[in-house]
């Protein structure tokens, strides 16, 4: 697996993870459950957008 196939693999991870803990948000009766997974899933989400500007920069770095 090449570092693309990797990063691309990272990012289905976050998105499954961001949905997961936004679902856990969302069923959580605990109001600081609700804000501790809301809060897990905006970091997910930060890390995907992360994982995506990366991604983008070596695909160009590799049509150079």
Do not use: G, N, W
């Not at 069923?27 to 970091?43: G, T």
């Not at 920069?57 to 049509?63: I, R």
């Amino acid at each position: 697996m090449d570092i693309i196939e990797f990063i691309e693999k990272a990012i289905e991870k976050e998105k499954a993870d961001k949905e997961k803990y936004q679902k856990m948000s969302e069923e959580a009766e605990d109001p600081e459950a609700r804000m501790v997974f809301a809060q897990l899933a905006r970091d997910e989400e930060s890390h995907e957008k992360a994982l995506r500007e990366r991604l983008t920069a070596l695909k160009m770095m590799k049509s150079l």
